[in-house]
């Protein structure tokens, strides 16, 4: 089993340097694949009320022998649950859903800024905090100028800020943000969508020379540039790879190629909306 490295956060908050994604992981087979992804060592279990498997996750996490305070169980709130008195109600439903004593971490999982609820519901996460139902809290897909609101509001900094991080859309000015505020960068879609990333020449190129598969390259990569990456696979295979990536070192060079790669894109924060 790989030696994970822990990041430290706010408050001396510790998480372990990678996750497993888990979105379309569901029913007995999730519960099995999730199983397997903590038995090659995962600790770090991303899910949400959105995905609709929270209950898988509790489960593998409640069947694997493993201690629970090994574990970080992360789930997202919806935004049609920012009202105040809903986003309670939801972290709530969660905690139920999981089948856990406790959830250890909570992110809001979009702003959805033209509802202008999302301080809200910042406000009930830290309200759900102090009274112990969540350990710690944080955000999703928020830009700089949503980070900047709601510790403006409440004096409360997320712990983290998971968006969108691979070698095409690297938003280096959100993790600049993210880090000039002492809040953690997660990443999800850390592989790319589709074949495109894994297959671009300069990708390929750099993980033939260090002798590795081009989803260990781009995993590398994200844990090399300070980003906890959210690889997602039920194969059991897959899942083990994922997780070896901590003695490939990129040099300056590579990286720099690497970052000449940025195309931008993703949803924009600023009008996506989900509900």
Do not use: C
């Amino acid at each position: 089993m790989p030696d994970i490295p822990l990041l430290t956060g706010q408050d001396g908050a510790r998480l372990p340097a990678i996750g497993l994604g888990t979105y379309d992981l569901r029913g007995a087979e999730g519960v099995r694949q999730v199983r397997t992804a903590i038995d090659a060592g995962y600790r770090l279990l991303d899910t949400a009320f959105n995905y609709d498997n929270e209950g898988v996750v509790g489960r593998a996490i409640a069947e694997s022998g493993v201690p629970r305070e090994s574990f970080v169980y992360s789930t997202k709130l919806p935004g049609r649950y920012h009202r105040h008195d809903l986003a309670r109600k939801a972290i709530e439903e969660s905690l139920f859903r999981s089948g856990l004593d406790r959830l250890d971490l909570v992110l809001i999982h979009w702003p959805n800024p033209r509802r202008g609820l999302y301080a809200e519901a910042w406000r009930a996460l830290v309200e759900a905090r102090a009274d112990g139902l969540v350990s710690m809290i944080g955000v999703s897909n928020f830009t700089p100028e949503h980070l900047h609101r709601i510790i403006g509001d409440t004096g409360v900094t997320p712990v983290l800020n998971q968006i969108l991080v691979n070698p095409y859309t690297p938003h280096d000015e959100w993790r600049a943000a993210n880090a000039e505020r002492g809040v953690l960068t997660e990443g999800y879609t850390p592989l790319g969508k589709g074949t495109d990333l894994a297959e671009d020449p300069v990708v390929t190129a750099i993980a033939a020379d260090h002798g590795v598969s081009t989803s260990r390259l781009l995993l590398a990569w994200s844990v090399a540039i300070g980003v906890i990456p959210l690889p997602k696979s039920g194969d059991a295979a897959r899942q083990a790879e994922n997780l070896d990536v901590f003695d490939v070192e990129l040099t300056d060079d590579e990286l720099g190629r690497l970052a000449a790669l940025s195309r931008g894109g993703g949803a924009d924060p600023d009008t996506h909306e989900e509900l």
